[in-house]
């Protein structure tokens, strides 16, 4: 026959299914439930979330734009879109551009006056080849473009060098550290 439903008597435990074991558990172990029901509620609460996400309308997303990001070699400085390297070794202006081009470069090739105040600042007191060399009467880079700078260079022979924040030309078999210069390639 179906047991019938009763109040409890005071003291009494209450519990489920056939008696009164199971409220003295939980009597009996108050931390326990405690923490259990706190992980419940924190179980509850992160599926609700999780069903707010999913249930939210999607924007699409279009791809944006890859940003070009431009770098240099180690050991190279990147400036306005070039990277220029400062040699370490000597070398006459021809074993110069021939080492640059090792490096997949030339002798430096300077295209503004802010990238030739750079390298006037890096090279300080120091004497270093450039990419610049007289044609004739004419100032000419490697590149074959024409030198257009206000700065004068200084003397009558055919290859040029940075000296002492000048632009000078000196005997291209005299042995001097070099400038290379290269596009900055994209990374």
Known sequence: MAEQWRHPEPGEAVGFGGG???GKRFRSHPVGTAVLILLLLVLV?????ALAVLAAPQIP????TPLLVLGCPFDWV???GFCFYLSRDYG??????ERCSELNASLAIVKD???????FRL?????FWLGLHRQGEHLQWVDNSSY???DRVHGDSECVYLADRRLMTGNCANEQLYICSKAQAPL
Do not use: K
């Not at 609460?45 to 979330?49: K, V």
């Not at 006056?113 to 390298?119: A, F, V």
């Open 123 to 127: 090279c300080g007191n120091v004497n």
């Open 45 to 49: 609460l992160a599926l609700g979330a």
């Open 113 to 119: 006056e802010d990238s030739m105040g750079l390298l």
């Open 78 to 80: 990147g400036y306005r």
């Open 61 to 64: 997303v279009t791809p944006a």
């Open 92 to 97: 006459t202006w021809e074993q110069a551009q």
């Open 148 to 150: 257009s700078f206000r």
């Open 20 to 22: 009164s074991s199971t």
